[in-house]
Antibody
Framework: EVQLVESGGDLVQPGGSLRLSCVGS????????MNWVRQVPGKGLEWVAN????????RCVDSLRGRCSVSRDNAGNSLFLDLNTLRAEDTAIYYC????????WGQGTRVTVSS | DVVMTQSPLSLPVPLGQPASISCRSS???????????LSWLHQRAGQPPRRLIN???KRDSGVPDRFSGSGSDSNFTLTISRVEAEDVGIYYC?????????FGQGTNLEIK
């Protein structure tokens, strides 16, 4: 069974930092582009970041430029998203997504930025 | 950023009837080499999205054949030949030809 399990979401104060993690199983993690997508509850979807299968290509959207870093550990089937200087508008559910010939989504981890 | 515009945003459909959702992009989605990277997703309440269609018209594994995708350049359509109860939810088009990848606003399909 394919699974992507995110963790690390939390309530943080504005200006704080978080590391989100995602562990995959049941598929060949190392051949997939891995991605983070976020969704404000009840609202639309926003692509946050992606990283190539070997980790050599990575990028974050402009709204998170300088505050976002994406990385992966293929040996551990893991994907990470480091967010810093968090703002209220970063409040969302963050989904881990494996994208290729097939597409697999995690259930999401909730990040709330509030004082 | 490429803006993806869906219509309609609300789609009430009687069971067994066809449904169609349009998606237009603000730029051509044709990449050098001819590939067009347009997908359709379906999201039920309280669940993550699920990809239905990839590369304009390729159905993902397990997706019923009542779903089909078509289009080219900057105009795309998702068609459901006969709507079933399990099809309710929000449908998104998504492009990954250009960075950042972007989504349409979503179309809420409900049973009429």
């Amino acid at each position: 069974e394919v699974q992507l399990v995110e963790s690390g979401g939390d309530l943080v104060q504005p200006g704080g930092s978080l590391r989100l993690s995602c562990v995959g199983s049941g598929f060949t993690f190392r051949v997939f582009w891995m991605n983070w997508v976020r969704q404000v509850p009840g609202k639309g979807l926003e692509w946050v970041a992606n990283i190539s299968p070997d980790g050599s290509m990575k990028r974050c959207v402009d709204s998170l430029r300088g505050r976002c870093s994406v990385s992966r550990d293929n040996a551990g089937n893991s994907l990470f998203l480091d967010l810093n200087t968090l703002r209220a508008e970063d409040t969302a559910i963050y989904y881990c997504l494996a994208w290729g010939a097939s597409a697999y989504w995690g259930q999401g981890t909730r990040v709330t930025v509030s004082s | 950023d490429v803006v993806m515009t869906q219509s309609p945003l609300s789609l009430p459909v009687p069971l067994g009837q066809p449904a169609s959702i349009s998606c237009r992009s603000s730029q051509s989605l044709v990449r050098g080499g001819g590939g067009i990277y347009l997908s359709w997703l379906h999201q039920r309440a309280g669940q993550p999205p699920r990809r239905l269609i990839n590369d304009v018209s390729k159905r993902d594994s397990g997706v019923p054949d009542r779903f089909s995708g078509s289009g080219s350049d900057s105009n795309f359509t998702l068609t459901i030949s006969r709507v079933e109860a399990e099809d309710v939810g929000i449908y998104y088009c998504m492009q990954f030809t250009h960075w950042p990848h972007t989504f349409g606003q979503g179309t809420n399909l409900e049973i009429k």
